[in-house]
């Protein structure tokens, strides 16, 4: 089967293939290959790039925490078994078929990590950014996680103890963070704005209100 | 396996870099890479645990030089070739010069939402009861398999405490090589970071990891 979509958006000079780099050569002929052989489906292909480069992201996850700062028995139920809360809202699937939510309060703070590879709960926050996938992150969240924390900004108190999730298995984390003060009389899709990737892997703190608007 | 993949407390790679309004994706070729290795892994031809397999099997030297989806390419290819969907000549030419393999099923674009939404859940029916219990201390075998594994180094040898009980699961031990395994119960351990690091650790500091049975000794109380 002939691929003929133009799957060069990046280097629009080059839509004859003449100047591919390296690596973009290395992958067009992996596809090419595939394709021809039968394994892969064109469509399919580009299905699975769209759906995780535009419906799945942190936006579900935010929804998720946005319920639960809302709906005390939702947060119990949350807390209790992640994947069947969060499939209350139409949010699951692979990555995260076996959810863990995590609570961060008022003295302990929740950090997670894969140390081994990259998991990350995928339905909820989408795919992970390149620094949760490099060394320096996986490294370190173990070992130095105030380091780490600083690195990103966050400086939590001396006797804040932090907890360090290490995804090795097909459990996946997601932290819940502490509703932000001055937020009582903002509506569920209000709060779901203050809700960022990143405090929902712990390596950041939901935005305060007066930044949001 | 003790490869490069293993990093938690290595030092020197400096400091995280968190880039502002990241893209989901870099360059095209990352999303064409990123959707064959899922698409190929849906036939069936390997578990996604041979596929961690794969890539942590790469030279350290490479695995660290090498950007997240270089490392999925180089493995897909890899395994590609290894399970005998197409030679490495094929690859080069990126052009077939024989028929397909067999494979046990094909992704077609329907089924994207209902199969991705589902996912594919690793528990499976215990065949014997869990071994431990919530709030036992456990001592992690210092065991370093030449193969796939899921008990990073920095927690062998080391005394925990079980906190959850989640199930059994797909050993990823066995399911990275093909192999049929009885589920084994998968547990999250806590250990005190100065259990961990030593002294220097942060005070009051935690790590959990996931773990399985088969990784555990019984420990003693401490």
Redesign the interface.
């Given at each position: 089967m002939a691929h003929d979509h133009d799957h060069h958006h990046d280097h629009p000079d080059h839509a004859d293939g003449s100047s591919l780099t390296p690596i973009e050569a290395r992958v067009r002929a992996l596809e090419s290959l595939l394709l021809e052989k039968g394994y892969v489906q064109a469509d399919a292909l580009d299905a699975l790039v769209e759906m995780y480069e535009t419906r799945i992201g942190p936006h579900n996850g935010a929804r998720v925490v946005a319920r639960a700062w809302t709906d005390p028995a939702y947060r119990d139920r949350l807390l209790a078994d992640g994947t069947p809360a969060i499939a209350e809202l139409g949010i699951g699937g692979r990555g995260g078929e076996h959810m863990v939510v995590v609570e961060n309060t008022a003295d302990s703070h929740n950090l997670v990590v894969c140390t081994l590879c990259s998991c990350y709960p995928w339905p909820v926050l989408g795919l992970p950014p390149v620094w949760y996938k490099a060394p320096p992150y996986r490294a370190r969240a173990v070992l130095d996680p105030r380091g780490v924390l600083a690195e990103f900004g966050l400086t939590l108190p001396e006797a804040t103890r932090i907890t360090v999730w290490d995804s090795t298995a097909e459990t996946r984390f997601m932290v819940l963070p502490l509703r932000p003060a001055g937020t009582e009389s903002l509506t569920e899709a209000e709060l779901a704005a203050l809700v960022t990737r990143d405090c929902m892997i712990g390596t950041g703190l939901p935005l305060a209100p007066e930044t949001a608007q | 396996m003790n490869g490069a993949?293993?990093?938690?407390?290595?030092?020197g790679?400096?400091?995280?870099?968190?880039?502002a309004n990241?893209p989901?994706?870099?360059?095209?070729?990352e999303?064409?890479?990123?959707?064959?290795a899922?698409?190929?892994g849906y036939?069936g031809t390997w578990t996604l645990d041979g596929s961690?397999a794969a890539?942590?099997s790469l030279p350290p030297a490479e695995y660290?030089s090498s950007s997240?989806y270089?490392i999925w390419?180089a493995a897909?290819?890899a395994q590609?070739v290894a399970h005998g969907?197409?030679t490495q000549e094929?690859?080069?030419?990126?052009?077939?010069a024989g028929p397909?393999?067999p494979?046990k099923r094909?992704?077609?674009?329907e089924?994207?939402?209902p199969r991705?939404?589902?996912?594919?859940?690793?528990?499976r029916p215990p065949d014997a009861p869990a071994l431990y219990a919530v709030r036992d201390p456990v001592l992690t075998r210092n065991d370093h398999p030449i193969g796939h594994t899921?008990?990073?180094r920095?927690?062998r040898g080391r005394r925990g405490v079980i906190e959850?009980v989640?199930g059994a699961?797909?050993l990823?031990d066995a399911s990275a090589q093909g192999r049929e395994a009885p589920p084994q119960w998968?547990y999250?351990v806590?250990f005190e970071a100065t259990e961990?690091?030593g002294a220097s650790a942060?005070p009051?500091?935690?790590?959990?990891?996931?773990?399985?049975e088969g990784y555990l000794l019984p420990g003693a109380a401490s």
């Open positions: - | 993949q293993d990093l938690g407390g290595a030092h790679f400096g400091t995280v870099m968190p880039e990241e989901v994706f870099h360059a095209e070729w999303r064409r890479v990123f959707a064959l899922l698409a190929v036939t961690r890539r942590e660290l997240y270089e390419l897909l290819e590609v969907l197409a094929e690859i080069a030419a990126g052009a077939s397909a393999s494979v094909v992704l077609r674009a089924e994207i939402p991705f939404s589902a996912g594919f859940p690793s528990d899921r008990l990073p920095y927690v959850r989640h699961f797909v990823p998968l999250t806590g961990l690091w942060d009051g500091g935690r790590v959990t990891v996931a773990a399985f």
